[in-house]
């Protein structure tokens, strides 16, 4: 898996703690908030520029920035991918963009437990 694809998942991860932590109210996990807001931080300076506007641009639409592909649809949108590009997702080391929504593509079969596959 492309590299920034992984820091981008981490970050999304990352994010949806963040999250969790604030809309729960424990304000007693301040520690805990911290500690995810440093991470965030470090994991964004380890973005190259393109790749970290990218990411900013998409999350103002969307929550989950990273989507997987599976049966040769974007589960972000639900829109079909052409198959010819859904077998590139598979085997390339690029940051590849859904055609129809933007958001950044993983195949299914990469995708750790945290990303909504359905």
Do not use: W
């Amino acid at each position: 898996m492309n590299r920034d694809l992984q820091h981008l998942l981490e970050l999304e991860e990352l994010v949806m703690q963040r999250e969790t932590l604030t809309s729960t109210g424990v304000l007693h996990r301040q520690v805990d908030l911290n500690d995810i807001v440093v991470k965030m931080r470090k994991l964004r300076c380890q973005l190259p520029g393109l790749v970290l506007s990218e990411y900013d641009r998409l999350s103002r639409f969307f929550v989950d920035v990273v989507s997987v592909v599976g049966d040769g649809v974007c589960k972000g949108c639900q829109r079909d991918i052409p198959r010819r590009f859904a077998n590139r997702i598979k085997q390339s080391s690029q940051m590849l963009h859904c055609p129809n929504c933007g958001r950044f593509l993983l195949a299914e079969e990469n995708a750790p437990d945290f990303v909504t596959t359905g």
